[in-house]
Every structure is written in structure tokens, then in C-alpha cells.
């Protein structure tokens, strides 16, 4: 069987080179500290660095890891890396995960235990859920794609997890950023296999088609849309047209790193610029030091020059899914209201078969980690009616 157990253990000499690094950072000389206008904040970046370099445990943040099942999964001769959770309840409903960037499998860590045993955290246990995390190929554990075009093949590999290793014949999905557009191509091309999906963003891709009968607020969206590229987007254009320029950079640089991330976590979050007001500095750091150690962010790049750089074939094909596969799968919507771009319901009804939907009172871009309850809540009632009797049944025998 090709499904394996795996322990998340960093080789010692990784975090030794790591903490020698920190010691010999090399600063920017003074620029005075503009906040988060210019970037990320400076002063902020010196004191997440004291802290990596002198307060930060990775092997405590490692035992934490490690309470969750993890494995790893040989699918059509790339490695993947998962957690896999078994839900406390009478009848689990298996659903899978996925991430987007600059996170991780951590994005969800807080809400595999609500998941899994809403028994215990005030909740049904009908409720419950097999959940199961995988991380993006070239992210965390997942083997790195050897070539261009791996994203338009990723719900491929995730059908093949869930079917064929794990033996469910029918699951959920949700997804957020690039885990939008996976578990909108799931839907696309495994219908059949699909109870629903359940997203918080609708795929960036739909904005290059614009149709001409847009209502006043879709107008608005659009246009907030193309300030927003004009603004904040350029990090998407050089990750998805230079990325071997800004790789290396990163990849050797533990606070240059540190800095293209970070500044992520606090312009897309609900933190009004004070990034500790959603995450600690030991969940930013342990999300770092695992793109660090793992040597992934040039290939945490590859979705987005994939994207950028898809042949006119690819797109014509990924039409052709979307008019025959996505609608037919019911779909809910999460609104969190200082997400990246948070759309209209219009917008989103012309690609999906909303089934759900709902304005959250707070929250942004990285709903899983910055309100767990209110996204969890959300996606179990999405999914009460829609669970189904037979109980779907996973291969037994996992080693």
C-alpha cells in the first residue's frame, strides 16, 4: 500500500543553520519605520527576528504538530504529504482541506479538533468529520513538481487521495486562496464524488472574463479588483513571471524570508495593522520556519506561474470543466469581510451552485486560523443536510 505513516522531525542541522544565520542578519541601514506602507514594518521584522533567534521553540512547536496523523502517499509518482483525522461520531462525514499561500497545512490546525470532535467543543457529534489536510506539491512535505503545470493537475491527485488510498467514495471539500481553485476543479471534474464545497474566495481566474451583463455591485467588485492588482498585486505578477529572480533571495535569507510572508499575514488579515492582533509570533514563525526548512517557497511560486503562464489549450479545457462539471455540486460561500476581495453573491452564482451564504461579522483572508468557530459553524451547517446515510467506508490497514 502507498500510504505511509509519517513524523514531522527536522534534521537538527537544519535549525542549527537556521539559528547561525539569524545571528548574522544584515540589516537594511536605517530607513525610519513607515509601518506597513512601504512593506514590511521594520521594526516589527527586528522583533520577530529576536524572537526567532531567542525565544522560539521549533521542537515544542513540533510535538504540537505531531498530535495530528499525519502520512504521506506516493499518487501517480509525486510524494504527498496529509494529515488524515478521524471524526468522533456515528456517521463522519470525510472532507478534505486545502491550503493556499503563504500558509500551510497549519492554516488548519485549529480547526481539526472542532472538526473532528464537536462533542468536546459544543457541538453535535453527528457533526463530525473525517478531515483530511493535504499540502499543496512543493509546500510543506509534499514532494516539489518537476515541471510546470502541476496546478491544473492537483484535484486530480486530491480525487485520487480520497478515492483510491483512502477509500471514500463520496466527501466534502472546502478551500481558501489556491485551495479555492483546487476544490473548484474538484467539483468540476469529480461531481459525482462531491456532497458539496464549501469556499471563502471565488477562484481569482474568473476576473479575466468579465462578462458584459455585470450588475452594479459585480461593476464595483471588478473595479476594486483592478485598484487592488494596481496596488497590492505586484508580489502575484513577479512570483508568476520572475520567480527565479526572487527565489534565491528568500531561499538563502532567513529575514528576507520572513519579510515576503509576514507582510502577507498582516495586510490580508483582520488586524487592523498589528499582526499579533490575529496570529503569535509562534504560529507566523512555525508557518516560516517550514518553508524555510523545507526549501519551498521558489515552489510555493509554481501555482502562480502556472497560472500566468497556462497555454491558451489549458484555458480553453478549464472552460470546458467549469460548463459541465461545477454547477452541478451544491456550494456555500463564507464571507469574511477583510478578505482580499470579497464578492458579490451575483458574482459568485455565475460559476457555483450556491446553495449557502454568509457575511461574517469579522475576519479576513485567512479565516481558518484568524476565526475557527465562525468558520467551522458555518461549514457544519452547510453540510447537515447534506450528509448521507451509507457510511462511507475508508481502507483499512494504514501503516
Known sequence: MSVQRF?????????DDLHDRLKRTRWLPAAGHP?????TNSRYLRDLHAYWQEQFDWRLQESR??????????????????IHQRGKGSNPLPIILTHGYPDSFLRFAKVIPLLTDPGSHGGDPSDAFDVVVPSLPGYGFSD?????????????????LMTDQLGYERYAAHGGDWGSTITEHLARSYADSLAGIHLT???????????????????????????WQQKEGAYAMIQGTRPLSLAPGLNDSPMGLAAWIVEKFCLWSDCDGDVEKRFTKDELLTNITLYWATETIYSSFLPYYDATNASALTWIVEMVRQ???????????????????????????RYFNVQRWTEMPRGGHFAAMEEPELLVEDIRAFFRPLRVAARSTALAGMT
Open 7 to 15: 513524523v514531522v522531525d527536522l534534521p537538527q542541522e537544519i535549525l
Open 35 to 39: 509601518g506597513w506602507n512601504r512593506g
Open 65 to 82: 504538530i505531531n498530535q495530528f496523523e499525519h502520512f504521506r502517499a506516493e499518487i501517480d509518482g509525486l510524494g504527498v504529504h496529509f
Open 144 to 160: 516539489k513538481p518537476a515541471k510546470p503545470g502541476m496546478t491544473f493537475k492537483i484535484a486530480d491527485l486530491w480525487a485520487s
Open 201 to 227: 474566495d471565488v477562484p481569482f481566474a474568473h476576473l479575466f472574463q468579465k462578462p458584459d451583463d455585470l450588475s452594479p455591485r459585480e461593476r464595483k467588485f471588478v473595479k476594486a479588483a483592478e485598484q
Open 323 to 349: 460548463w459541465t462539471g461545477s454547477s452541478k455540486v451544491p456550494m456555500a460561500f463564507a464571507s469574511f469581510p477583510h478578505d482580499l476581495l470579497p464578492p458579490p453573491r451575483e458574482w459568485a452564482e
